[in-house]
């Protein structure tokens, strides 16, 4: 089976590109994998790994010129290819290849692979047409519903954690270490300003929060808010790290205050190590997960006295979460299972069932 997986002008350090390496890990050998970026990427060192790839390199040229080179570069695609499936992360995209691919009367089928909630942008109904769905969470599988894709074509599959031996302890000194993974951003996606907000209600001051990922160079909108809440004592700046969990000594939570995600990759990562996690319950990703006081707690987005009533509960120890209930909790996102089930979605899209 030929299979070209293609992104958008993405770049190489987010949960994206981990999950496509994980792709030509597992399924290079057994199908006959493309990379193809037709839009180019922000950076594309972490492609060169893959023997079969066509990055298209246009970032140099003005945003209208490299429109236009993507359509025509699309049109190329679908004139020429012979492949069965062409497994589309990119949204504009897909509508394009569509409308080629019937001009053309071609055989492939279009598949849709989002990577983020589809209400950004009004992407649901951009992806209506596409021959099948590929979800990496229920709630976008139920985003694709409530604009009539038939549930038929939509395949539910989550996305692979990488199987890990690591346990990575709770503190024992006393002071609770709380945990942050990614982009450093006081308002938007990561909405950080909401953690800030909930850890300044706590009456104990026997806490640090580590932020991985942010650096306070980069950032000073954010050491500037701690400064005002009284708190940037208590949180140390730990900056990029390539693999923040084996930087961890020990660790109490892994707090997660995001307005939107695709899947939220880092909560089962912390999970699977047997930190306990604390997400706000958007629309979609963390509640296909995280189970109330097995690995972790749930709050409604924007109730901060909630989120500060979780760090409490973390700072009381109300609940052991013993590792292996907490590893058992993820067992189905293991990434062996993971495959198997990507591996009967492709032959069945293919097959038409």
């Not at 493309?34 to 972490?46: K, N, T, Y």
């Not at 346990?167 to 945990?179: E, L, Y």
């Not at 909930?198 to 160079?217: I, N, T």
Request: glycine fraction near 8%; hydrophobic fraction near 40%.
């Amino acid at each position: 089976m030929k299979i070209d997986v293609m992104t958008g002008h993405i770049g190489g350090r987010g949960g994206v590109q981990v999950v496509i390496d994980a792709w030509w890990e597992n399924l290079s050998e057994e199908y006959d994998l493309r990379f193809l970026a037709p839009a180019g990427l922000s950076e594309d060192s972490w492609t060169e790994k893959y023997p079969n790839r066509e990055v298209k390199s246009y970032t140099h040229l003005p945003r209208p010129i490299r429109m236009l080179a993507t359509v025509w570069s699309l049109y190329r695609y679908m004139a020429t290819t012979n492949s069965d499936l062409v497994i589309v992360e990119n949204f504009k995209m897909v509508p394009q290849l569509m409308f080629w691919k019937k001009v053309l009367q071609k055989e492939i089928k279009v598949v849709s692979w989002m990577h983020q909630t589809l209400h950004l942008e009004n992407m649901a109904p951009r992806l209506k047409n596409a021959d099948a769905h590929l979800a990496i969470a229920s709630g976008i599988k139920e985003q694709l519903l409530e604009v009539g894709v038939p549930e038929e074509s939509i395949y539910l599959i989550y996305n692979p954690m990488k199987e890990t031996s690591q346990i990575i302890p709770r503190t024992s000194n006393g002071v609770k270490r709380f945990i942050y993974v990614g982009r450093g951003m006081l308002h938007g996606q990561k909405n950080m300003s909401e953690l800030f907000d909930a850890l300044a209600l706590l009456q104990s001051p026997d806490w640090v929060l580590e932020l991985y990922g942010v650096s306070a160079e980069e950032n000073p909108e954010l050491l500037s808010y701690l400064e005002s809440k009284g708190i940037e004592k208590h949180v140390v700046f730990k900056g990029w790290v390539s693999s923040p969990f084996d930087n961890m000594g020990s660790a109490d939570v892994l707090v997660l205050t995001s307005k939107f995600e695709g899947f939220g990759l880092v909560l089962l990562e912390a999970i699977q190590r047997g930190v306990p996690v604390i997400s706000s319950d958007i629309k979609v990703g963390p509640r296909d997960f995280v189970q109330e006081k097995v690995n972790g707690y749930l709050y409604e987005p924007g109730n901060i006295k909630e989120l500060a009533g979780k760090l409490s509960s973390i700072l009381d120890g109300e609940h052991d979460f013993p590792v292996e209930d907490m590893k058992k909790s993820v067992e189905k996102f293991a990434e062996d299972r993971y495959f198997i089930k990507v591996k009967n979605t492709l032959e069945a899209i293919v097959k038409g069932k």
